[in-house]
């Protein structure tokens, strides 16, 4: 079992829906990242979590750390947000750990006009 | 907020030659760099963590003196693929961890991709 899980994998929708990414993660941590990449490779950080919500324009992100696990929610999706998502956990252990980061598998989204 | 940057954005090269990445920090103080390689369609898988003026931590199953890292300031670390060949052709990104923004985590940069004919 991987220690961070994404889910869905694929998520289609329609422009102007609201988008659910889930992100459960097996280890103690001091901080989860959500990430976009878009189709030319680039990588966007979009929240860094240790607790509670954070909100950016139209997304949302919440990390609920009794229960290990964080979303991310797109309001009023658009075309332009069709990207990977990635949620990436770095460890407790912190810089004893060289501060690295987990991946999950990462979540395709495709927002159709 | 910070700005990691990438030189080149893309490279193709033949097999057999070296092929130099660099990663710059623009306007923060980087503590720690990370790199990290993508095939397509997968998740990204850390090569290498480097601490500026020390010599790098690899991860398991990555060649050292293939893959050479040098870290030599706190905004500036480059990645070597030596004697490159076609397996090695992937998506290189470096990631910059810094204690001393706000932020307080990493930057990503945007990428680099590589081609071995």
């Known amino acids: 079992k991987n220690e961070v899980e994404q889910s869905p994998q694929n998520l289609t929708a329609q422009e102007g829906e609201f988008i659910t990414i889930n992100c459960s993660y097996s280890?103690?941590?001091?901080?989860l990242h959500w990430l976009q990449q878009h189709p030319g490779g680039g990588i966007v950080s979009l929240f860094m979590?240790?607790?509670g919500k954070k909100k950016h324009g139209r997304l949302i992100a919440t990390i609920n750390i009794q229960e290990k696990h964080s979303s991310l929610h797109i309001t009023a999706s658009h075309p332009r947000d069709s990207a990977v998502y990635i949620c990436?956990?770095?460890?407790?252990?912190?810089?004893?750990?060289?501060?690295?980061?987990?991946f999950g598998g990462g979540t395709r989204v495709l927002v159709k006009p | 907020g910070a700005v990691v940057s990438q030189h080149p954005s893309w490279v193709i090269c033949k097999s057999g030659t070296s092929v130099k990445i660099e990663c710059r920090s623009l306007?923060?103080?980087?503590?720690?760099m990370f790199w990290y390689r993508q095939f397509p369609k997968q998740s990204l898988m850390l090569m290498a963590t480097?601490?500026?003026?020390?010599?790098?931590?690899?991860e398991q199953g990555v060649e050292k003196d293939k893959f050479l890292i040098n870290h030599a300031s706190l905004t500036l670390s480059t990645l070597t693929v030596t004697s490159a060949h076609p397996e090695d052709s992937s998506f290189y990104i470096c990631?910059?961890?810094?204690?001393?923004?706000?932020?307080?985590?990493?930057?990503f940069g945007p990428g680099t991709r590589l081609t071995v004919l």
């Open positions: 979590l240790s607790s």
């Open positions: 306007d923060f103080q980087a503590t720690t």
């Open positions: 990631s910059a961890f810094s204690r001393t923004t706000a932020y307080n985590e990493q930057f």
């Open positions: 990436a956990v770095r460890s407790r252990g912190g810089e004893a750990a060289g501060n690295k980061l987990t």
């Open positions: 480097s601490n500026e003026g020390s010599k790098a931590t690899y």
């Open positions: 280890v103690g941590i001091s901080a």
